[in-house]
């Protein structure tokens, strides 16, 4: 369905202005727009502090002029306000390193982190590929650099946080390893005093290997103490692994970077057809499903998205998988989707085409029900997992490109039901609500 939107375009706040937007969409409707400042976005985070909702988001690389100070600033994060999302309003931009780029942005708060100030909120960001660091974002206005966990490093992406615990998986490129994307386990619990536990990575990546080397880490998502798995994806658009990681034994055994000791934590492995890679690994445990005979069983999934790199519909199209981890040590694929892309000729349209990652919030509206996933091209797109085994499209939004390909890069959700998409080359942020079936699927009322 395509029709015409109209929507009040708040640049950083500063020079509203309404403009109609030609833009694509089933069940999903505009709720609010920023331009970012015409920068190139990678992660938004959406968090809430004394009734506050700050979007927190991790910049590609780049540099642009920022209207709040007027000086021309290296991409890195950028801090909006979206407490109303029909007016969300840029507060405060902390540059990246020369060239740009922090990519990643995590938060946590003091009330929750076992070791922090408990009034406090912290962000957790890479610095470019050399470093990551934690700020404090208590007043969104003006950050305050707290510390830099760890520096000197040749690659950084996709962290993960445990503010319960403070645990925190960072992905980084650390010298003397074979790979330029692995794991490092910190405990930022305390975050002005991290303390590093191990590194970790596939056999084959460590020091001193020898052979081929496995495919890079692209990020991991844990499920805390009470879970005690950690599932890592690795891969882009190729040789995908979704590794099964015991936490507690990842945490408390032995930590010398041998083969041994890299398999130890291992519970289980799952290696995708090698053209399609492991970019986003969501775990989606203790899943009604429904037998053969009619009964319901609770089944564990892990959601693992692709991430599609070339243009055109040519080459193989990265998609998502639903993988029953149920048996830890024979995954199996329970079905897969993909995008569609002959209606709407999204073939002859410029950008990416395929998949790239799916939310990462495991906020009780969607979980388990609505799996969102940036598609690049193709915007967001909605799915229906409830049944594990038949996903399908409920909802999409198609940005109108301004002139420029779509790029939507990522997507999250907040505790509120929005939706947020951000674009790769600049085209901003989109603040999104369900509508139709698709609310009627996420149980809103």
Not at 113 to 129: K, M
Not at 182 to 191: A, E, I, N, R
Not at 409 to 419: A, F, K, S
């Amino acid at each position: 369905m395509r029709y015409a939107l109209a929507f009040v375009l708040v640049l950083t706040g500063v020079l509203p202005s309404i403009t109609a937007v030609a833009a694509e969409s089933r069940d999903m409707a505009l709720a609010g727009f920023h331009d970012l400042q015409g920068r190139g976005a990678y992660q938004p985070v959406i968090h809430e502090h004394k009734g506050r909702w700050i979007a927190y988001i991790g910049l590609h690389s780049g540099a642009a002029a920022n209207p709040l100070t007027g000086q021309r600033e290296d991409n890195g994060t950028l801090l909006v306000d979206v407490t109303d999302p029909a007016k969300p309003q840029a507060l405060h931009h902390i540059p990246g390193p020369p060239g740009g780029e922090a990519q990643m942005a995590r938060i946590c708060k003091g009330s929750e982190l076992p070791g922090a100030a408990r009034d406090r909120v912290y962000l957790l960001r890479s610095y470019g590929h050399s470093a990551h660091e934690v700020w404090d974002v208590t007043l969104p206005g003006k950050p305050l650099r707290v510390s830099v966990v760890v520096d000197g490093l040749r690659g950084t992406h996709k962290n993960w946080w445990e503010c319960d615990t403070g645990i925190a998986y960072l992905v980084s490129g650390v010298p003397g390893w074979r790979t330029w994307r692995m794991t490092q386990v910190y405990d930022l619990s305390d975050p002005a005093k991290p303390r590093h536990i191990r590194d970790f990575g596939l056999p084959g990546q460590e020091p001193g290997a020898g052979g081929a080397v496995p495919t890079g880490l692209h990020g991991a998502i844990s499920t805390g103490s009470r879970g005690n798995r950690v599932y890592f994806g690795h891969g882009t658009s190729s040789g995908g692994i979704l590794q099964i990681v015991d936490r507690e034994v990842l945490l408390k055994g032995e930590k010398t970077p041998t083969r041994d000791n890299l398999l130890a934590p291992q519970r289980g492995r799952f290696d995708l057809d090698p053209n399609y890679g492991a970019h986003t690994a969501f775990p989606l445990p203790g899943m009604t499903v429904r037998g053969a005979d009619g009964r319901s069983t609770q089944r564990d999934f892990v959601a693992v998205v692709n991430e599609a790199l070339s243009e055109g519909c040519g080459g193989t199209q990265q998609k998502v998988w639903m993988i029953d981890v149920t048996d830890e040590a024979k995954p199996v694929v329970a079905s897969t989707w993909a995008f569609d892309p002959k209606p709407g000729n999204f073939c002859a349209r410029p950008g990416r085409i395929g998949a790239h990652a799916s939310q990462e919030s495991f906020s009780d509206i969607y979980y388990r029900r609505i799996l969102f996933i940036a598609h690049f091209n193709a915007g967001v797109r909605a799915l229906d997992i409830r049944d594990p085994y038949k996903p399908r499209e409920i909802a999409y939004y198609v940005p109108e490109g301004r002139g420029r390909a779509v790029t939507t890069n990522n997507v999250e959700v907040d505790d509120r039901g929005y939706i947020y998409i951000v674009d790769r080359h600049g085209l901003g942020m989109h603040i999104l609500r369900l509508a139709g079936e698709a609310r009627r699927v996420a149980n809103f009322r």
